[in-house]
């Protein structure tokens, strides 16, 4: 005689059983269909259309600039990149064309707008070099540029502090190719195809950050300027906050870094605690003074 219950614990052996041998014939099959679709979608990745190569940023970080590059500033004056550097203060290098029609409009435009929520200005803490990639223009538009942003940022002394340059084809590469700014001219379209990055320069003219896009949080560009400042500009509380953050290039911003802000918190701690231990002892001393 079969002991009670025994029935029901074979029907649901059975349906475990039959569960499972569905689970493994459903990954069997969706392994036969999924992965031949992967693979033949991996075949049919595109070629990078020809207008395309070399278009892009090669990151050189710590990488040095010609300092000795010639260029021509927005008055027309044979200035050298080195006439921008070893005053102690950190440069935002601003890659771009004048006469384009978007995009470098809109990275110009992110940056003005970023550098209008920062408590510094252009040639006091930071300075900024916004250069033409385009031999064929010349100072006459760089001035014009320069009026029209330093009027929409609204300081008349940034002035001072934001340089706009032409130069020719040779001089341009050696810069470009420095920092890894890949570029090239659409001839169909008669203009040319670049990134939209700004980069963050050391006051000695090396690469230090690279920050993508046509929007800049403030927060971020003002860290970036106290790092590559390498602690010559900004408070003891920019200091801190680059201590315990690091600059995350995923998402283009500074995040928390976690053996840092646990370093940070552990010697906080401490501190509170040897306080406390400190008022204790001074309590019981003078307890102890009023006793006798």
């Known amino acids: 005689m079969r002991p009670l219950?025994?029935?029901?614990?074979?029907?649901?052996?059975?349906?475990?059983?039959?569960?499972v041998l569905r689970s493994l014939a459903t990954a069997w099959v969706a392994s036969c269909v999924l992965l031949p679709a992967a693979a033949v979608a991996q075949d049919r990745t595109e070629p990078l259309p020809a207008e395309l190569v070399g278009v892009g940023i090669t990151e050189q970080l710590d990488h040095q600039i010609p300092l000795d590059a010639s260029f021509l500033d927005e008055e027309g004056r044979q200035v050298r990149l080195g006439?921008?550097?070893?005053?102690?203060?950190?440069?935002i290098l601003?890659?771009?064309?004048?006469?384009?029609?978007?995009?470098?409009?809109?990275?110009?435009n992110g940056l003005s707008d970023a550098m209008k929520q920062l408590s510094w200005t252009a040639g006091d803490e930071f300075a900024v070099l916004s250069v033409s990639f385009d031999p064929s223009e010349r100072p006459t538009l760089a001035k014009l540029k320069?009026?029209?942003?330093?009027?929409?940022?609204?300081?008349?002394?940034?002035?001072?502090?934001w340089h706009f340059l032409t130069g020719d084809e040779q001089q341009i590469r050696h810069l470009t190719d420095a920092v890894g700014f890949?570029?090239?001219?659409?001839?169909?379209?008669?203009?040319?195809?670049h990134a939209a990055v700004i980069i963050v320069l050391t006051p000695d003219g090396r690469v230090s950050r690279y920050l993508y896009g046509v929007q800049y949080d403030p927060r971020t560009v003002r860290l970036s300027l106290v790092e590559a400042g390498d602690g010559e500009i900004g408070t003891a509380q920019d200091r801190f906050l680059l201590y315990c953050f690091r600059y995350d290039a995923a998402h283009g911003r500074y995040g928390p870094?976690?053996?840092?802000?646990?370093?940070?918190?552990?010697?906080?701690?401490?501190?509170?605690i040897a306080i406390l231990i400190f008022n204790f002892w001074r309590r019981d001393r003078k307890r102890a003074k009023k006793g006798a």
């Open 182 to 193: 890949g570029f090239r001219w659409n001839e169909e379209r008669q203009e040319f195809a």
């Open 83 to 91: 006439d921008y550097f070893g005053r102690g203060q950190p440069v």
């Open 94 to 108: 601003n890659l771009m064309y004048m006469t384009c029609p978007m995009l470098c409009g809109l990275v110009a």
């Open 257 to 272: 870094a976690a053996q840092r802000l646990l370093k940070a918190g552990g010697l906080l701690t401490l501190l509170v």
């Open 5 to 19: 219950g025994t029935g029901r614990t074979e029907v649901v052996n059975r349906l475990v059983v039959t569960v």
């Open 146 to 161: 320069k009026l029209n942003y330093v009027e929409d940022l609204g300081r008349p002394s940034a002035a001072g502090g």
